[in-house]
C-alpha cells in the first residue's frame, strides 16, 4: 500500500550536532514532497518542499532536504541543531490524481535537543 | 495577517453532543482542509474544499460533516460526538491543491467524555 513512512518516533541530539531526519515514500511517480515543523501548542509550518531540479533543496531555519529518487527517500538535515529546534517533523507527500489527488502525511519524528 | 484562524482551542464534550468547530482565512485560498491529528499516526484529511459550494470526502470523513459557503469559511459539524473523536484538529488552507503550501491554523484540542 502506498505510504509515507518516518521511522524514528523520537530522535534527541545534543544542541550544536548534526541532524537527520528520514522520510521514505512509496508512491510510483515522484510526488511533491514537503517538510513542515510543529511547536507544541502550534499548526504546522512549511519548512521547504521540492517539486523538481536541484535534488538538494534549502528551507528556514537553516534546513536543507535531499530528494534520492533511488532510495525514494528525502530526509531532512541539519548540521547544527538549535535548542528552539525541538518540535515534531512531518514530511508530507503531495500524489496525483491516481492516488487520490492528496497530500499524505508521515506519522512525524519528535526531536528533542539536550543541552 | 490573520491567516487561519480557528476557533475554540479546546472544547470538552460529552457523548453524543453535538458542535462546530469554526475556521477562517482572510489569503482568498481556494483550498481548505480538516485534519484530525492523534498521538504517532500524523495527519489525516477529513474534508476539504476546493471552492466555495464544493466540498469532497478525506481519508476519514465518518460523523462529521462541512459546508463552504464562502471562500473565507469552513467549519467542521460534530454530530453525536464519540469518544474515538477525541483528537486535535487542524484547518488549513493553500491557493491550489497539492502541490501548494498549506498554511495551517493553531488546532481545537476537543476531547469527548
Known sequence: ?115 | NAGVTQTPKFRILKIGQSMTLQCTQDMNHNYMYWYRQDPGMGLKLIYYSVGAGITDKGEVPNGYNVSRSTTEDFPLRLELAAPSQTSVYFCASSYGGVSEKLFFGSGTQLSVL
Open chain 1, 1 to 115: 500500500a502506498q505510504s509515507v513512512t518516518q521511522p524514528d518516533i523520537h530522535i534527541t541530539v545534543s544542541e550544536g550536532a548534526s541532524l537527520e531526519l528520514r522520510c521514505n515514500y512509496s508512491y510510483g511517480a515522484t510526488p511533491y514532497l514537503f517538510w513542515y515543523v510543529q511547536s507544541p501548542g502550534q499548526g504546522l509550518q512549511l519548512l521547504l518542499k521540492y517539486f523538481s531540479g536541484d535534488t538538494l533543496v534549502q528551507g528556514i531555519k537553516g534546513f536543507e532536504a535531499e530528494f534520492k529518487r533511488s532510495q525514494s527517500s528525502f530526509n531532512l538535515r541539519k548540521p547544527s541543531v538549535h535548542w528552539s529546534d525541538a518540535a515534531e517533523y512531518f514530511c508530507a507527500v503531495g500524489v496525483g490524481e491516481e492516488y487520490g489527488n492528496k497530500l499524505v502525511f508521515g506519522a512525524g519524528t519528535i526531536l528533542r535537543v539536550k543541552s
